[in-house]
């Protein structure tokens, strides 16, 4: 039997804000040991690929930033297939204003003719930059949202995530907003021709039912879901497979593919 390839969540599925998930480092050893490859997709917008990697190896991974595509990654992609020197107007931490500006695109966040709005996750946002947002948006400026989370998962806390100020900014404006990240099928699609894998010898390993479940079934991948994170009272309903932690990987993989 063919060995699958998986994408893998890392909130919520490897760690829990600033905490290991338990068997996570294990079950990653696990599919390297059977030859399966693994991407790491996440809507984490306010690291980059190397940031993640150094938060992930700090808690007991062994992970290369190449096994990690994040949306804001995905993003930048996207700007770069548009615009060959955008200037932006950021929501969003300062940590992304070096992946952007490395690519060639200049970042603003005062109220000053833009080429883009482009909405990342930041701690504490306001309606300030959201109204400017608005106008900027109402002037000719592309309105871009990393992706549009309700919620995530930080250490035992419930955060607001971008969701909310996108369905703010997208109520105060006509133009509908470019969404990057999980869910949306492109997401996707960029990550499976990114890693190379098969589509259908793909599955997506997500806590999240709407974000990554539903968005990897969409886009014609298997799923399995983990009872951790967003997923803790998950049922079996629109995954392929449920298990209560990713430290179940290994035992449910040598039941469905070593035979």
Known sequence: MTQP??????????????????????????????????????????????????K??????????????????????????????????????????????????????SDEPVDLVI?????????????IARRLVEAGAEPVAMHKDPTWPDGGITRIGLGPIVAALQSAIARKITLIGKPETTFF???????GYPRSNTIMIGDSPQTDIAGAAGAGLRTLQVRTGNGVSSSLNGCDWLLDSIADLPQWYRSNFNR
């Open 5 to 54: 390839d998986f994408f893998i969540d890392i909130d919520g599925v490897l760690c829990d804000g600033p905490d290991l998930i338990k068997g996570g480092p294990e079950s990653l050893s696990f599919l390297r040991s059977q030859n399966s490859r693994f991407l790491l997709v996440t809507n984490t917008t306010r690291m980059s690929a190397s940031d993640i990697q150094y």
């Open 56 to 109: 992930l190896n700090g808690i007991g991974y062994k992970i290369s930033s190449e096994e990690i595509f994040p949306v804001s990654q995905a993003t930048v992609e996207y700007v770069n297939s548009r615009y060959r020197h955008a200037h932006c107007f950021l929501i969003g931490d300062g940590n992304l204003d070096s992946l952007f500006q490395s690519h060639g695109h200049t970042v603003t966040r």
């Open 119 to 131: 909405i990342g996750q930041v701690q504490w946002a306001h309606f300030g930059e959201i109204d």
């Open 189 to 195: 699609e960029t990550a499976l021709a990114r890693a």
